[in-house]
């Protein structure tokens, strides 16, 4: 049987873009200054880790199947996925995740987290104890959204 979609959320990071971007036109300043050859290593160094960075960060993708809770970003590097039948539906709830947590996927002490911005987010366990903690604008629909599958 084909899993069937219930819901699905895809945010997408703008500032790592821009930052990557003003990276790069920093390196080309620095090449057209004609700077030590060592500074125009150092700025082609991090334009490149901004680059890696921007591709796995860019997209965060979270999915709701039949089956499957499934949380990525960017290129799938990162991912977290529970079954449906494992959701410890008792405890779905929305939580406020402060901008003291930083941005991208971080451990919390409500478990790690995914998020590429400050905000609400839907926050649940399993029985396994693993714990998906995301933040979405769209906090209280997903939680409506699994609550259903109970």
Do not use: C
């Not at 990071?13 to 050859?37: P, T």
């Not at 082609?44 to 499957?68: M, N, R």
């Not at 995914?114 to 629909?141: C, H, M």
């Amino acid at each position: 049987m084909k899993e069937k979609i219930i819901f699905k959320e895809v945010q997408n990071s703008s500032w790592l873009k821009i930052l990557f971007w003003f990276l790069a036109i920093g390196h080309a300043a620095v090449v057209l200054v004609k700077w030590e050859e060592s500074l125009q290593f150092i700025f082609l160094g991090l334009s490149l880790l901004f680059a890696v960075i921007a591709i796995i960060f860019s997209k965060l993708s979270l999915t709701l199947t039949t089956k499957e809770l499934f949380v990525s970003f960017g290129l799938n590097v990162f991912k977290r996925t529970i079954p449906v039948k494992e959701i410890d539906f008792s405890s779905v709830k929305i939580e406020d995740a402060p901008l003291l947590y930083g941005i991208g996927l971080r451990i919390t002490p409500k478990g790690r987290l995914y998020n590429l911005r400050p905000g609400k987010a839907i926050w649940l366990k399993s029985n396994q104890n693993k714990t998906i903690f995301v933040v979405t604008d769209k906090a209280e629909k997903w939680k409506e959204e699994i609550l259903k599958l109970r």
